[in-house]
Structure formats: C-alpha cells, structure tokens
C-alpha cells in the first residue's frame, strides 16, 4: 500500500469524484441523498432528457423559413448529421429514415458529456453501464434489424465477403462474426475510456495543489488547457460515436459498397 | 532503509507502460493527420471527406490508447 507522510490521498480522492454513487454535493446546500433506486449518474440522465426534450419540444419552431436563435443552432446539428454521417454511410432512403435515430444518439450523448463539464455535475458518459446500453442498440441494429431487413441471406452476404477464394473464407467469415461483437465492445469502451480519462486527468492536475500547495500552481493553467480541451472531446466523442455507429451498420445493411 | 516491495515495482512498470502506449498512439495519430493534411493541400475540394475517414482513423488509434490508459488506472487503483 500506499505508504505517504500527506494524510492527503490522491487515488481515493479522485475516485470519490469520478465514480457513481448516490450523494450530490452541491455548493452552499446540504449534501443531497439520494434515493435507493436512482444514482448520480440516473439523475443526469434523466436531466439531459428533460432538457433535449423541453429544447427540441419548446424551443424547436417547424416550419421557419429562415430558422433563427436556438432553433437554427440546432438544425445546424441536425442537418450535419443528416448530410455528413448518415446519407453517405446508410444510403440515400435508409439515411434519412434513420436521421432520427442518430440525432437522438448524438444530442443524448452530447448532452450527457456536457453535463459532465459543468462542475459539480457528473459525467454519465463515464460510466461503462451507461455506455453500454448505447452500444448494444447501435448491436441491436446491426444484427436483428439487418436480419429483419435483408433476412438471413442478406446476413451472411454482410459477414461473407464476395470474390474470395475458399480456404481463406475459413478464417474470414469467424473472424467477421467476431468483428460485430467487437465492434460493440469498442465502441462501448471508447466513449466510457475517453470522457473517464479525461476527468482523470483533470483531477490529477488540481489534486497537485492539494499536494504541494502554491508551488504547482502552474498547474492550474494547465488544468484549465485541458478542461478547454476537454469541451472538444465531448464533441469528438459524441460525433465519433454517432459516426462509427452509421459506419458499422451500413456495413451490414449494404456490404457491397 | 526502506525496501522496495512488489507494488512500487508494479506502479512503476505500470507507468512505463501507459507513456508506451502514448508513443504507439501519438505516432499512429500523427501518422494520421499528416497523410490527411497532404490529401487537403493536394485536393482541398475534398476536404470532407478527408476529414471524416482522418476522425474514423483518429478515434481508432486514439481508443486504444485511452483503453490502456484506464487499464493502467485501474492496476493502479486497484491495490
């Protein structure tokens, strides 16, 4: 174990702050207790939903014929997602009955990574079960919908790869069955690792104040550089995200291409 | 005198390990990015799609590093 003459520790204290758990601290309040059945983490949750619906429910205006204020914000998104990530990777008609289903992915995640940025807030993205969920539906649609879809024929034509000879086909075709999984498990892994890393990181920076006192206060700029670099992962991340989502499921719906 | 236990190694070698894999990772990115920004100086009417296959690539390389980073965490933590 640890043996350090600082009663400080570094290790717990950063992973008090980054881990799930049922308290909030607020500034200036008593510490907020949750309830058995809702963690932190549920609760950003459920707060990024309520504002992704109160923004596209209450502030969204259909029809404007030159959108303004928030509402051309969010076309902005919603058109990037529609004309760069899903029309060239799902096809023309597929890419537009499936719009929808990335801009929700996207804004869900974007906003849970934000959330994460505002202090005292915590990072559900940095949580593998919550992560996890959002891969296995990008899972779902890959396997049952492509078999739905294109039926079992179809399937195999997505993991059969066309003009192969056989022998090689032996070691392909397991290796193309095992890609789908992990494609799932990488893609759960990413955001997970990237947004916990980044709080790590952070964390690692301020907590040097802790330790040495006025001596690491060149460490502060740097924690500041890293919390704006930060608000560029959160972006990254949620438009990767979306993107190899598009990417692994136009793989499957149309392998010829 | 103090001894050296097991763990310090540990921690140690945990260490070397995670600058290891930024090196592979900031190689791989670097590699990335400058093949990108020669196709966009070569054709830069394409520069979106350059970009798209560049983030495809980054993230890639990127999440491994990331993965061996948490790794290195949670040997670390873990104790």
Known sequence: MYQTTHPFQLGPYILHHVLDSHEWHLPFLPVIHLPEFISLHGVMIIFCALILVVLFCGFYRHGQRVPTGITNLLEAFVQFIRDEITIPFLGQEDGVQFTPFFCTLFFFILGLNLLGQIPLFATATSNINVTFPLAFITFYLMTVMTLQKRGLKGFFRAIVPSGVPWPILILIVPLEFLGIFIKTVTLMLRLFANMLAGHIVILCLLGLIILFGLWALPALVLAIFFSLLEILIVFLQAYIFVLLSALFIGQMYHPDH | ?79
């Open chain 2, 1 to 79: 005198m103090q001894t050296l236990e097991i763990s310090h190694l540990a921690n140690l070698f945990v260490a070397v390990g995670m600058g290891l894999s930024a090196v592979g990772a900031g190689i791989g990115i670097g590699q990335i990015v400058a093949a990108a920004l020669n196709g966009i100086a070569r054709q830069p009417e394409q520069t979106g799609k350059i970009q798209t296959v560049m983030f495809i690539g980054m993230a890639l390389v990127e999440g491994l590093a990331v993965m061996c980073a948490i790794l290195s965490f949670f040997i670390i933590f873990q104790k």
